[in-house]
C-alpha cells in the first residue's frame, strides 16, 4: 500500500511507510480506515523497502538524522519552553492570524483547476500536505491544521523540545532534520510550505512544492522587536526583505505576495526575556539574569514588525 504521507528515506531515497503499533488506541478495526491512513498516531518507526527503519521516540517524533548527524546546535529544551511561554501569551497572534487567511485564500484557490497547470498534478481530491520547515513545536502547523481539517503535516526540525511538542497533533508528523540537507520529501508532494525565521534550502523548497503550491515565508521587519533591540538585547540583521527576494528569485521569481504583520503587545519583564532567549541569543544567555535587565531596563511593550511573503511554484 502506498504510504499517504510522501516520505523518502534519507539513506537510499527510496519511498518510506509508517510502522504502527497493531493494537494502539485509536486504530481498532472500528476507527475509520481514512483517518488512520492520516494519522501518524501511535507510530512505531518509519522504514522503506530496502530495510532501513528509523524508530520513532516514546514522545511520537522521529529522528531521522539517526547515524548522520549535523554540525548545527538545536535549540535547547529551556529555549524551546521560552518560545512556548511567548506562543501561548499571544505575543505572535496577528501573525497567526494573517498565516490563516493566506491558508483561506489558497483553500479556495486550489478546489478550482488551473489551466496553466496540468490536471494530473492538481490533486484536488487529495488531503493537502503542509509542510513546515524549522517549526518548532509546530504552533502554526497546528493552527494550519485545525483551519483545514482533511490536511496533514509534516514538522522538520532540529530541536527533540520542540519535535516532543510538533508530535502532539494527531495529524502531524515530526521528524528531526537538518533543512540544509536534501529534505526527506518525494518532489511535486507539497501543497503549502511554511518558513517562519528559519533557514531557507530555496532549491529543496522548490523540488518538494507540487506545481502550484504555496512556499510562505515569515522575515523580521526593520522595527521587530525594536525595544529590545533599543535595551542592547536583540540584533536584527536589516534589509531581510530585499535578501529574502534574491534569495528566492532563481527557483520561484517575484513574490506572488508581501504583506506586512504590524502590533504591539505589552509584556512584562518575564515575556520579554522569554523574546530574546527563545531566539539565537538563547544559546549563550542566562535567562533569568537577562530577565532582571529587562525588568531594570523599565521595557513594557514591544512592536511586532513581520514580513510574510508568499511565492507560487
Not at 264 to 277: C, N, Q, R, S
Amino acid at each position: 500500500m502506498t504510504s499517504p504521507w510522501p516520505l523518502i528515506c534519507p539513506s537510499c531515497a527510496a519511498p518510506m511507510d509508517l510502522v504502527r503499533a497493531p493494537d494502539a488506541p485509536g486504530h481498532s478495526p472500528r476507527t475509520e480506515p481514512q483517518q488512520q491512513k492520516s494519522s501518524p498516531r501511535a507510530l512505531q518507526a518509519l522504514s522503506c523497502p530496502a530495510g532501513h527503519r528509523f524508530d520513532a521516540a516514546r514522545q511520537g517524533y522521529v529522528n531521522l538524522l539517526s547515524g548522520r548527524g549535523t554540525r548545527f546546535t538545536p535549540d535547547s529544551a529551556q529555549m524551546i519552553m521560552a518560545r512556548e511561554r511567548v506562543q501561548n501569551a499571544g505575543v505572535f497572534d496577528a501573525l497567526s492570524t494573517e498565516l490563516t487567511q493566506i491558508l483561506g485564500e489558497h483553500t479556495a484557490a486550489r478546489s478550482r483547476t488551473d489551466p496553466a497547470v496540468p490536471a494530473e498534478t492538481t490533486h484536488t481530491s487529495d488531503p493537502a500536505i503542509f509542510l513546515d520547515c524549522g517549526a518548532g513545536t509546530g504552533h502554526y502547523l497546528h493552527q494550519l491544521l485545525d483551519s483545514s481539517p482533511a490536511s496533514r503535516g509534516i514538522a522538520l526540525d532540529l530541536s527533540v523540545a520542540g519535535l516532543k511538542r510538533a508530535a502532539r497533533h494527531r495529524r502531524t508528523l515530526a521528524l528531526a532534520w537538518d533543512l540544509w540537507q536534501p529534505l526527506p520529501l518525494a518532489s511535486d508532494a507539497v501543497d503549502l510550505l511554511l518558513d517562519v525565521f528559519a533557514p531557507r534550502n530555496v532549491a529543496e523548497y522548490a523540488r518538494v512544492l507540487r506545481p502550484g503550491g504555496l512556499a510562505v515565508v515569515v522575515t523580521p521587519g526593520d522595527a521587530h522587536l525594536g525595544q529590545l533591540r533599543s535595551a542592547g538585547m536583540l540584533k536584527v540583521q536589516g534589509e531581510k526583505l530585499r535578501q529574502l527576494a534574491e534569495q528566492m528569485a532563481p527557483a520561484f521569481g517575484v513574490a506572488e505576495l508581501n504583506a506586512q504583520v504590524k502590533a504591539t503587545v505589552p509584556v512584562d519583564a518575564g515575556l520579554a526575556a522569554d523574546l530574546v532567549f527563545m531566539g539565537p541569543a538563547g544559546h549563550h544567555l542566562d535567562l533569568g539574569a537577562l530577565r532582571k535587565q529587562l525588568a531594570d531596563a523599565g521595557v513594557s511593550h514591544v512592536t511586532i514588525d513581520l514580513d510574510v511573503s508568499l511565492w507560487r511554484r
